[in-house]
C-alpha cells in the first residue's frame, strides 16, 4: 500500500513539475532557462511506472502547460483548434515517452537519449510544412533571449535550437536512470562535448560580428490609437496618413533615413491610390527619408495587402504584396508568391543638407528586402531573401498585444537563419530593430502611447549563413535519425 501510495505521489509530482516548467518555460513570455529542464521529471518517471501511466504523464504535463496560450489562441483560431493545438501535442509528447522508456529499461541508454530529439523536430518540422501557422509553436522560439544558442540557427535552423533542448532533458533522465556507469560515463561525455561545441559556436560568432558595417538611420513608428488602429474608409485613412506625417516630420530633425509604418495602416482604392502616393513622396522629400508603409490596396477584382516604399526623391521605388495571410482575418486578400528586394545606392539616402558624405565602408546602403507580419513565421520565404543577399527586412506588422514580445522574436529568429538586420513596426506589438547575431538595437510597446517610437542605427550588412544555403538539412537528418533509431531493433533481431 504505501509502495503505491508513494509511486502515485512520485507520478503526481514529475506531472506538476514538468507542468509548471513547460507553463513557463514556453509560450508567449517564457523564462528561456526552464524549458531544458522542462521534460526531464516526466522522462525520469517514465521507467520507473507502466507504460499507460508514463504516457498519460506526459501528455497531462503537456496540456497543462500548454495552457499559458490558452486565452490568446481563443482569440486568434477557433476553439476547437485551440484545442487541437494542446492535445495533438501532447499526444506526441506522450508517444516520444513511451520510446524513451522502452530504450532505458533495455538498457540502452545512448538510444534512450538520441530518440527523443529527433522524434521530437521530425513532428515540428512536419507541423511546420502543412499548418497555415507555419511555425509558432516551435519549441526553439523560448530561447530567443540565449544568445549564444539562437547561433546555432545560422547553420541548422530553428530545427538546431530544439534538438539541443531535447537532448539536453533526455540525457539527463537518462543518467539517472539504471545501467552501467561506464556507458553513462561515455554518454554524458558525449552529449557534453556537442552542447559545449553549439554553445563555442555561438560565443563565437557573436564575439566575431563585424563593427565597422554601413548602419541605415532607423525611425520606427505605430499608433494603437483609435484613430490610427482600426482605419476602415479612405476618408480615415487621410485622416491617419496626416498624422503619421506630422510623426514623420517632428522625427525628420534627428537624421531618421529610413521610416516603417505598421500594415493595415490604411486602405487605398483605385480612385484614391493617386492622391495617397502624392502625399507620401511628398513626405518623402520633406524627411529626406524613405517611407514604409503598409496599406490594404483595394481593386474591384482583387485586393492585396500591400507594403508601398517611396524614395527620398519623391518617387515609389517598390511594392511588395504579402504571402501568408491569417486566416479568417484576411480572407478579402489575394495572397502573392513574388519577392521585393532592391539595393539601395548610400547616395539614395543622402539628400538632405546635413546628409554625411559616403565613406569607403558606406558607399553602399546594402540590399533591401520586403515582408509582412505572418510572412516570417515560415523560414523559406525569408531564405530566399538571404539567397538574394538581403542585409536588411523592412517589416510592416500588426499583432495581437499578447504575442507581442513572441511575434516579433520570431521574426528576428528570420534575420538569424538568413544573416540579416530587421526594422519591424508594428499596430498593438513592441517596435523592434534587430541585428543579424538577434540582437535587439532598440524596443518599445505601443500600448498606452499615443504614438510609440523607435530610432536605431541598424547595421545594414549580409552574412552568409550555412542554412540559407542548405535550408532544412538538419531537419532531414533529423528523420534519417529517427528512422535509423526505430529500424535499430528490427535490425538487431533479424
Request: charge should be neutral; include cysteine.
Amino acid at each position: 500500500m504505501d509502495s503505491k501510495l508513494n509511486s502515485t505521489s512520485l507520478a503526481a509530482l514529475c506531472l506538476t513539475l514538468s507542468a509548471a516548467l513547460l507553463f513557463l518555460g514556453t509560450g508567449l513570455a517564457p523564462l528561456w532557462p526552464l524549458t531544458w529542464l522542462a521534460l526531464i521529471p516526466v522522462l525520469w518517471i517514465a521507467p520507473r511506472v507502466s507504460a499507460s501511466t508514463a504516457f498519460l504523464i506526459a501528455a497531462g504535463a503537456f496540456a497543462l502547460g500548454s495552457l499559458n496560450e490558452w486565452y490568446y489562441l481563443a482569440i486568434v483560431i477557433p476553439a476547437w483548434l485551440s484545442i487541437m493545438n494542446s492535445v495533438a501535442p501532447a499526444c506526441i509528447l506522450g508517444i516520444v515517452v513511451l520510446f524513451f522508456r522502452n530504450r532505458v529499461l533495455k538498457g540502452r541508454l545512448w538510444q534512450a537519449a538520441l530518440i527523443v530529439p529527433p522524434f521530437w523536430v521530425t513532428c515540428e518540422y512536419v507541423r511546420s510544412i502543412v499548418s497555415v501557422h507555419g511555425t509558432i509553436g516551435n519549441l526553439a522560439y523560448s530561447q530567443m533571449n540565449f544568445l549564444p544558442i539562437l547561433q546555432v540557427a545560422s547553420v541548422t535552423g530553428i530545427w538546431g535550437i530544439s534538438f539541443c533542448i531535447l537532448l539536453f532533458a533526455a540525457t539527463i533522465a537518462a543518467l539517472f536512470s539504471s545501467g552501467p556507469s561506464e556507458v553513462k560515463q561515455i554518454l554524458a561525455g558525449g552529449v557534453a562535448i556537442f552542447l559545449i561545441m553549439v554553445l563555442g559556436y555561438g560565443f563565437w560568432r557573436l564575439a566575431a560580428t563585424p563593427k565597422n558595417s554601413p548602419t541605415v538611420k532607423v525611425g520606427l513608428i505605430a499608433s494603437d490609437d483609435s484613430m490610427n488602429l482600426i482605419v476602415p474608409t479612405p476618408e480615415d485613412a487621410a485622416y491617419a496618413f496626416d498624422r503619421d506625417g506630422k510623426k514623420m516630420l517632428s522625427m525628420a530633425p534627428q537624421g531618421i533615413q529610413l521610416f516603417v509604418l505598421p500594415e493595415h495602416s490604411g486602405p487605398i482604392l483605385d480612385s484614391t491610390v493617386a492622391a495617397t502616393d502624392a502625399t507620401f513622396e511628398r513626405l518623402a522629400q520633406q524627411t529626406h527619408a524613405f517611407i514604409a508603409i503598409g496599406v490594404d490596396r483595394i481593386s474591384p477584382k482583387v485586393s492585396w495587402n500591400q507594403e508601398r516604399l517611396y524614395a527620398p526623391d519623391g518617387t515609389l521605388l517598390a511594392t511588395y504584396d504579402k504571402h501568408h495571410l491569417l486566416p479568417h482575418w484576411e480572407d478579402q486578400f489575394t495572397p502573392s508568391s513574388s519577392r521585393t528586394a532592391l539595393s539601395v545606392p548610400y547616395g539614395a539616402m543622402c539628400a538632405g543638407p546635413d546628409a554625411p558624405k559616403p565613406t569607403a565602408v558606406s558607399a553602399t546602403a546594402g540590399k533591401w528586402g520586403l515582408e509582412i507580419c505572418k510572412d516570417m513565421d515560415f523560414p523559406k520565404l525569408s531564405r530566399q531573401y538571404a539567397r538574394d543577399g538581403v542585409a536588411l527586412m523592412v517589416v510592416p506588422a500588426w499583432d495581437f498585444s499578447l504575442d507581442g514580445w513572441l511575434h516579433g522574436r520570431m521574426g528576428i529568429m528570420r534575420g538569424v537563419e538568413g544573416g540579416f538586420s530587421i526594422a519591424r513596426s508594428a499596430k498593438r506589438s513592441i517596435l523592434y530593430a534587430t541585428d543579424d547575431r538577434g540582437r535587439v538595437l532598440a524596443e518599445r510597446d505601443t500600448m498606452f502611447a499615443s504614438f510609440a517610437t523607435v530610432v536605431a542605427n541598424v547595421p545594414v550588412r549580409h552574412d552568409p549563413t550555412i542554412y540559407a544555403r542548405f535550408g532544412d538539412w538538419f531537419a532531414w537528418l533529423n528523420i534519417a535519425l529517427l528512422v535509423g533509431l526505430l529500424a535499430a531493433p528490427l535490425v538487431r533481431r533479424s
